[in-house]
């Protein structure tokens, strides 16, 4: 098992920037790809952003991409998304997963954090 805990989110304006970060505990969170994904009200779950287990490889959804980066220190069992530039558009509950071999798909994990609200005002 994987326990995944959220935090950094918050209301900010148009522009601003925020850094979430994904603490994981219980088994070897260096094994395990991250993902970071969001759901806006009356929307699905949508991808954002995977980091593999070791931190070289970076997938970006198209909308995030240039304004948003995912990193990992492994040696605090944490991953970040710091997102730049926000934007209203980025209105979501922000979610991380974890997967042994990571994934744009929301089906593809088995690990899921509870949710940090992110709140862009225009």
């Known amino acids: 098992q994987v326990q995944l805990v959220e935090s950094g989110g918050g209301l900010v304006q148009a522009g601003d920037s925020l850094r979430l970060s994904c603490t994981a505990s219980?088994?070897?969170?260096?094994?395990?790809?991250v993902g970071w994904f969001r759901q806006a009200p009356g929307n699905g779950r949508e991808f954002v952003a995977v980091?593999?287990?070791?931190?070289?490889?970076?997938y970006y959804a198209g909308s995030v991409k240039g304004r948003f980066t995912i990193s990992r220190d492994n040696a605090k069992n944490t991953v970040y998304l710091q997102m730049n530039s926000l934007k209203p558009e980025d209105t979501a509950v922000y979610y991380c997963?974890?997967?042994?071999?990571?994934?744009?798909?929301?089906?593809?994990?088995?690990?899921w954090g509870q949710g940090t609200q992110v709140t862009v005002s225009s």
């Open positions: 219980g088994r070897t969170f260096s094994n395990y790809a």
């Open positions: 980091l593999n287990w070791s931190g070289d490889y970076t």
């Open positions: 997963a974890a997967d042994p071999r990571g994934s744009y798909r929301f089906a593809d994990y088995n690990y």
